[in-house]
């Protein structure tokens, strides 16, 4: 396959419709011998930068942190967090970023493309299926 099948058949099927298909099948080993007939396009977009904080290391803020804490409240920040709200979660997170990038500044990195797909996929029948029925 080339880069642009590999790309079509990655966005005909998306890693949410793999996750959902693999629930379905049990354990084993199954043949896979199908031809299959895409037709469409991919629009795939400039190269572009963003700026973008340059990269804290969240698990050592999260070690400094807590270091600063004695075994009961460090306990408790667990079980909280366990249940914490997710907006929640995403302000301090956000928050931390913001102090990350005041302390560290931002960075222009290099993005790819994005990739537009208007395609439609379907399995032919292959010549043996064709002949044995």
């Known amino acids: ?3 642009i099948q590999t790309i079509a058949i990655a966005k005909l099927v998306g890693d949410k419709a793999e996750k959902e298909a693999r629930k379905g099948i049990v354990p084993g080993t ?4 199908f031809v299959l007939h895409v037709t469409g396009s991919l629009d795939i977009g ?3 930068t963003r700026r973008v904080p ?6 050592e803020l999260v070690a400094v ?3 600063h804490l004695n075994g009961v409240t460090l306990e408790s920040i667990v079980r909280e967090a366990l249940s914490a709200d997710p907006k929640m979660v995403a302000d301090i997170k ?3 970023d913001s102090a990350v990038a005041s302390i560290k500044g931002m960075t222009e990195t290099l993005c790819a493309g994005r990739v537009k797909a208007d395609l439609a996929a379907e399995i032919v029948p292959s010549l043996a299926m064709r002949q044995a029925a």
Request: charged content about 30%; aromatic content about 14%.
């Open 1 to 3: 396959m080339d880069a």
């Open 94 to 96: 956000a928050r931390a």
């Open 46 to 48: 400039d190269d572009y």
């Open 54 to 59: 340059q990269k804290g290391k969240p698990w």
């Open 65 to 67: 942190a807590l270091s």
């Open 30 to 33: 199954f043949p896979a011998d």
